[in-house]
């Protein structure tokens, strides 16, 4: 059984930053490229940040426009865990955090654009962020 758990949500004033992680078990860890996901209530569910599986063809990350620069993705497979460092937050970054693994392991293709979720079968409940202006 895949289990996802996310943790590091908290109430932060802008500007301020935050560490979300994301552990997971029952899969493999390491074969998965990794992505967060957020959404905000009464809006559209946005892809913040991909990842590769390690090993992959083409080393890479993803960053939706409007974190590049802020945003911070990256894995510790021998942890079984994602990570996503938040800095320079903004109140617009308000939303729930979540975390899912790619339904395929070894997917030859790289993080799917545009990153919507669809491809992603392995997902946690999600962890909250809120940044106070």
């Known amino acids: 059984q895949v289990q996802v758990v996310e943790s590091g949500g908290g109430l932060v004033q802008a500007g301020g930053s935050l560490s979300l992680s994301c552990t997971a078990s029952?899969?493999?860890?390491?074969?998965?490229?990794w992505a967060w996901f957020r959404q905000a209530p009464g809006k559209e569910r946005e892809g913040v940040s991909c990842i590769v599986w390690t090993g992959h063809s083409t080393p890479g990350t993803y960053y939706a426009d409007s974190v590049k620069g802020r945003f911070t993705i990256s894995r510790d497979n021998a942890k079984n865990t994602l990570y996503l460092q938040m800095n320079s937050l903004e109140p617009e970054d308000t939303s729930m955090y979540y975390c899912?693994?790619?339904?395929?392991?070894?997917?030859?293709?790289?993080?799917?654009?545009?990153?919507?979720?669809?491809?992603?079968?392995?997902w946690g409940q999600g962890t909250q962020v809120t940044v106070s202006s």
């Open positions: 029952g899969l493999s860890f390491d074969a998965h490229h």
């Open positions: 899912a693994a790619h339904r395929t392991r070894y997917y030859v293709g790289g993080c799917p654009r545009p990153l919507d979720g669809t491809e992603f079968a392995y």
